[in-house]
């Protein structure tokens, strides 16, 4: 069964302090991994799609990376609006013509000043 | 250029009643994707349709939930008899094609008293 397991739950950071969240996933196959933030009350934003193993983005203080198993997202020197719930999800190759997300439970990011 | 379009964006109803939720997609999009999130868990996929068709709803409940996307008009999701158990965060996310990034609306918040 495709699977996908974030950690940590929760994550309490100094503002400056660099850290990774940590994404797990287990496809058939993988068509895509993206990465969203969540704010309170806000559907998903979309931040960085990534298709292959090597393959690596960056938009401001996020790196996002991936491997044939997991995905981190790098947060450098964070600043409290970084603050948010950051969701991964995973895109399967087959099940027919499907494009569904298949999402982890998210990391809860909490960066205080 | 206006984003995916949720409404209403808070529901109420009482046990027993119908729920109906709208979803108008971006402009160019002819995807439309629902997505469900319950308290404390993640989001769960519910159903993919194109325009007048349903392409994936392996995520519906098989009783009570339907949904539709006609070829002029918003995507309805639709709960018929609702349940307290119903009560959650319902998304509606839309993209261009079947391997380009999906964008989520603001979600409606049912609540079932």
Request: proline residues 12%; hydrophobic residues 20%.
């Given at each position: 069964e495709d699977q996908v397991t974030q950690s940590p739950e929760a994550l309490r950071l100094q503002e400056g302090e660099s850290s990774s969240l940590n994404c797990s996933y287990t496809v058939s196959g993988l068509r895509g991994l993206f990465w969203y933030r969540q704010d309170p009350g806000k559907g998903p934003e979309f931040l960085f799609t990534l298709y292959s193993a090597g393959e690596e983005k960056e938009k401001e203080r996020l790196k996002a990376t991936l491997t044939k198993k997991e995905s981190f997202l790098h947060i450098t020197?964070?600043?409290?609006?970084?603050?948010a719930t950051y969701l991964c999800a995973v895109q399967a190759v087959g099940g027919g013509a499907t494009n569904k997300l298949i999402f982890g439970t998210g990391t809860l990011l909490a960066v205080q000043p | 250029n206006a984003g995916v379009m949720q409404n209403p964006r808070h529901l109420v109803r009482r046990r027993g009643q119908e729920a109906r939720l709208r979803c108008s997609p971006m402009k160019g999009h002819s995807h439309v994707y629902w997505y469900r999130q319950l308290p404390e868990e993640g989001l769960k996929f519910m159903v993919y349709l194109q325009k007048e068709n349903i392409?994936?709803?392996?995520?519906?409940?098989?009783?009570?939930f339907s949904a539709e996307f006609p070829k002029e008009g918003p995507s309805i999701l639709r709960i018929q008899?609702?349940?307290?158990?119903?009560?959650a965060a319902y998304f509606c996310a839309s993209s261009a094609g079947m391997n380009t990034e999906a964008f989520f609306g603001q979600g409606t918040r049912l609540t079932v008293v």
């Open positions: 020197a964070p600043k409290p609006e970084d603050s | 392409i994936d709803e392996s995520g519906m409940p098989k009783e009570r008899q609702v349940v307290r158990g119903d009560s």
